[in-house]
């Protein structure tokens, strides 16, 4: 229950295309979900984040869409560049319980073709 | 700041060896993580620290592994005896925490990359 499940677990892309990544969770208590981007030989980094009291949220090429009735959310970077070639990994934490511990999906990574 | 610095970045060891990774995360934070990184099985959190006082070492895979936090600006991660098994990608991590019903972003290191023979 307290697993977040992330797919596919490879994607390639077209430049200039559409990159949608999905995550899954079961714990209904998760109330905060962040993506983190992580170039080779270093560490993640936060992307964007959500809360389920809003549905989409958007920074630039990259969005969120979130689905608190299926349990899932899912990153769309619009308009991919060779530059966002990276793993991605979805997370999800109980921010009300304030432990900072977060539950990180398998990953996911990214190949933007020129 | 200068983010969270781990040393050394890359270990190569024989298989038995002591093994001790190094952290210093960001002043001021007062969450640190310790993570795995492999490919079979992904970002494992190993354990966490909260004021220096571990929080959950329930990821901690073997009684070989060992962390601890001294002190609010110092963390090792130490296995003994190393095994093959044990090659990944370790991450330090640290984070502020805000009030309740906020979660801080974590911060990562770049990593030590262990390699054990």
């Not at chain 2, 009030?99 to 990359?113: N, V």
Request: with cysteine.
């Amino acid at each position: 229950q307290q697993q977040v499940k992330q797919s596919p677990q490879s994607l390639i892309v077209q430049k200039g295309g559409i990159s949608i990544i999905n995550c899954a969770y079961e714990n209904t208590a998760f109330d905060y979900f962040p993506w983190y981007q992580q170039f080779p030989g270093k560490g993640p980094a936060l992307l964007i984040a959500i809360r389920p009291d809003v549905s989409e949220k958007k920074e630039g090429r990259f969005t969120i869409s979130f689905n608190k009735s299926a349990k899932q959310f899912s990153l769309h970077i619009m308009d991919s560049q060779p530059g966002d070639s990276a793993t991605y990994f979805c997370a999800a934490s109980m921010a009300e319980s304030n432990t900072g511990k977060l539950i990180f999906g398998q990953g996911t990574t990214l190949q933007v073709k020129p | 700041d200068a983010g969270v610095i781990q040393s050394p970045r890359h270990e190569v060891t024989e298989m038995g060896q002591e093994v001790t990774l190094r952290c210093k995360p960001i002043s001021g934070h007062d969450y640190l993580f310790w993570y795995r990184q492999t490919m079979m099985r992904g970002l494992e959190l190993l354990i966490y620290f909260n004021n220096n006082v571990p929080i959950d070492d329930s990821g901690m895979p073997e009684d070989r592994f060992s962390a601890k936090m001294p002190n609010a600006s110092f963390s090792t991660l130490k296995i003994q005896p190393s095994e093959p098994r044990d090659s990944a990608v370790y991450f330090c991590a640290s984070s502020l925490a805000s009030l309740a019903g906020e979660t801080d972003t974590q911060y990562f290191g770049p990593g030590t990359r262990l390699t054990v023979l």
